[in-house]
């Protein structure tokens, strides 16, 4: 382990320490322990990176390592940006006074002021009983004051009213109940709560893990890592049945979250190759050696952090499809001038042909006279010459030569000047066929791209059922991936 891990794995320890972290039995060593075999750490890949989040909060996952429900609720209360968001997403309270001791409570937890914050959210959940999150930090800081039984029913009430309309509430309050029930009731006590959150929220895979561990069954581990494939190695660490050999099928099984992951991978990678420059300059950058792994769990734990990306990926995708659209418009337009001006010259060219076939006829016509007209002089010319004898072809070669000088030279004149400029009227111009090649390499490469983002759509769309605690109102990193 790197001396940048050790030194971040001292500051979490040292908040702990800080944070009165011994509550019910919690062990610094334990939670130690728990980071270091990446429990709770979102991202194997960026462990450093994720161990400096860790400083401020601590993933829902702590559950399934058997973490104490004290630490988890404590770390909740030291995120000023999830209670700015708890704030924000209690703005229409029965009345106004509600909302002002929502705010005495908020800002009683922001400054560790516990009996405060119970009775200022007690008061406040009287008014308006049906606020999931105010039950949250009502349990939290219950929690913070040793009171179990009050922490646990706040969270079975944030759980019952976060269903079915704030789900990501509803299993992120249902973690923090099982957690306390296990500790203070009993393994037993805390399934029977479990089992009821699974039948409701079958999309969860951290309740289908922690269920793992609890019951020692590996029934809803397989669903559960399809799911949540990047919660693989840390649900192993952390003691829940079955993740081994649930990866070990998951990994080939077409359709599976590592063939996703690796199909995502190939469709990032083919989209790159019908793109310009400047779009595939938008798309999102990939730790893809997480794919690489030869440990299965491993591997489904980086096929996870792709797969969490997936929605990101797709709309950097959709960003640089517009961009490349944008780019195609542009060079369609070009083309299309240069179809167009090239269409121009090929009409004007044409119009001059027709023009000098045309006067090049009308010089034939108008030399019919002519050539009639040295026929008859032909015809004199032989009839002096048989009548006349020698006198007679001299006249008639007389007459001959008069009327090519003074008629038929013009006429053969005009008729050779026609031809001459038909003949340098060369060169038409012959449509490029290169233009057209290229608009249909551009159609293509859109439509292509059209097929790639239907591609990665449909397999990011696969998990959209899943659910994530915490996810909607976005705990600055306590339980949100």
């Excluded at 690489?292 to 096929?303: K, Q, S, Y």
């Excluded at 007389?398 to 340098?424: H, M, N, P, Q, S």
Aim: glycine share 8%; aromatic share 6%; hydrophobic share 40%.
């Amino acid at each position: 382990m790197s001396t940048e891990i050790e030194q971040q794995m001292a500051d979490v320890l040292g908040i702990l320490k800080e944070n009165r972290l011994d509550t019910w039995g919690l062990q610094a060593g334990r939670m130690a322990d728990g980071i270091r075999q990446s429990g709770l750490v979102e991202r194997q890949g960026e462990i450093v990176e994720s161990l400096s989040d860790v400083r401020g909060s601590i993933s829902s996952l702590a559950a399934v390592m058997g973490q104490s429900f004290g630490d988890l609720a404590r770390q909740l209360v030291n995120n000023n940006r999830m209670l700015q968001r708890v704030i924000d997403s209690l703005r229409n309270p029965l009345d106004t006074q509600a909302d002002e001791r929502y705010r005495r409570g908020v800002t009683a937890l922001q400054h560790s002021w516990f009996p405060e914050a119970v009775s200022e959210f007690s008061a406040a959940l009287e008014a308006n009983p049906y606020q999931p999150l105010a039950h949250v930090l009502l349990g939290i800081a219950q929690a913070e004051e040793n009171d179990r039984p009050g922490a646990i029913a706040s969270f079975k009430a944030a759980y019952r009213y976060g269903t079915p309309g704030e789900p990501e509430i509803a299993t992120g309050a249902a973690i923090l109940a099982i957690s306390a029930i296990e500790q203070g009731s009993g393994t037993e006590a805390a399934l029977e709560f479990l089992k009821d959150a699974l039948m409701t929220y079958r999309g969860c895979a951290d309740l289908g893990l922690i269920h793992s561990r609890l019951a020692q069954m590996d029934e809803f581990t397989k669903p559960s890592l399809w799911l949540a494939p990047e919660l693989a190695v840390p649900a192993m660490a952390g003691g829940s049945i079955g993740v081994p050999e649930a990866s070990a099928m998951l990994v080939p099984e077409v359709g599976g979250p590592v063939k996703d992951a690796v199909a995502i991978k190939d469709a990032v990678e083919r989209f790159a190759e019908e793109t310009d420059d400047e779009p595939a300059a938008l798309l999102p950058t990939v730790c893809w050696s997480a794919l690489e792994h030869d440990c299965d769990a491993e591997l489904m734990t980086g096929a996870g952090q792709v797969l969490l990306r997936g929605p990101e990926i797709l709309n950097c995708m959709r960003a640089a499809h517009t961009k490349a659209r944008q780019t195609d418009e542009y060079n369609l337009r070009q083309l299309q001038y240069k179809l167009e001006e090239l269409d121009r010259e090929i009409a004007s060219w044409t119009r001059r042909e027709d023009s000098l076939l045309e006067a090049r006829d009308r010089a034939y016509r108008k030399a019919i006279p002519s050539h009639i007209g040295a026929v008859a002089v032909l015809i004199v010319f032989l009839v002096l010459a048989e009548k006349f004898g020698g006198p007679g072809a001299i006249g008639g070669l007389v007459l001959i030569a008069a009327f090519i000088f003074l008629f038929y030279a013009g006429t053969i004149k005009k008729l050779l000047r026609a031809e001459k400029d038909l003949r340098d009227h060369s060169g038409a111009p012959e449509p490029d066929q290169s233009i057209e090649t290229e608009k249909m390499r551009i159609d293509r490469r859109a439509a292509n791209r059209d097929t790639l983002l239907s591609e990665i759509g449909g397999l990011v769309g696969k998990r959209a059922h899943r659910i994530t605690p915490w996810s909607r109102v976005d705990y600055d990193g306590v339980v949100n991936r």
